[in-house]
């Protein structure tokens, strides 16, 4: 399973929804660092400034925000970084600008990845 897919399975839904609201209304900004099957690394950057860095491993998640710090567990950024691996399937750069319908397509794939 890929560690992706295993932190949209685990996340509390609430969490969830905050990270799909995040990227459709703009608020977070997704900088990919590393991208392998095992892990995945970056940065989601907040419309208020606030930057937090994010690993996504097999074993769990891990990010620098006081919520996954002081809490555990699987924070929103997270989330938002799985998201954004899903939402581009390959290295090429494609236009990410067609926002309206990805949150169906996350929705699609999460019941796929959830099943
Ligand atoms: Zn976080």
């Known amino acids: 399973m890929r560690a ?3 932190v949209l399975a685990r996340v509390e839904d609430q969490k969830f929804h905050k990270a799909v609201e995040g990227i459709r209304n703009g608020a977070y900004q997704m900088t990919i660092t590393r991208r392998t099957k095992e892990e995945v690394r970056g940065f ?4 208020d400034g606030k930057e937090y860095g994010c690993a ?10 006081p919520d996954a710090l002081y809490r555990g567990g699987i924070c929103k950024h997270a989330v938002a970084l799985a998201l954004d691996v899903i939402r581009t399937p390959t290295r090429s750069e494609q236009s990410k600008m067609s926002s309206s319908s990805s949150v169906e397509d996350h929705q ?3 019941d796929l990845y959830c099943q």
């Open 4 to 6: 992706t897919a295993i």
């Open 44 to 47: 989601v950057k907040k419309d």
């Open 56 to 65: 996504i491993t097999e074993a769990g998640a891990w990010c620098s925000c």
């Open 108 to 110: 699609q794939l999460i």
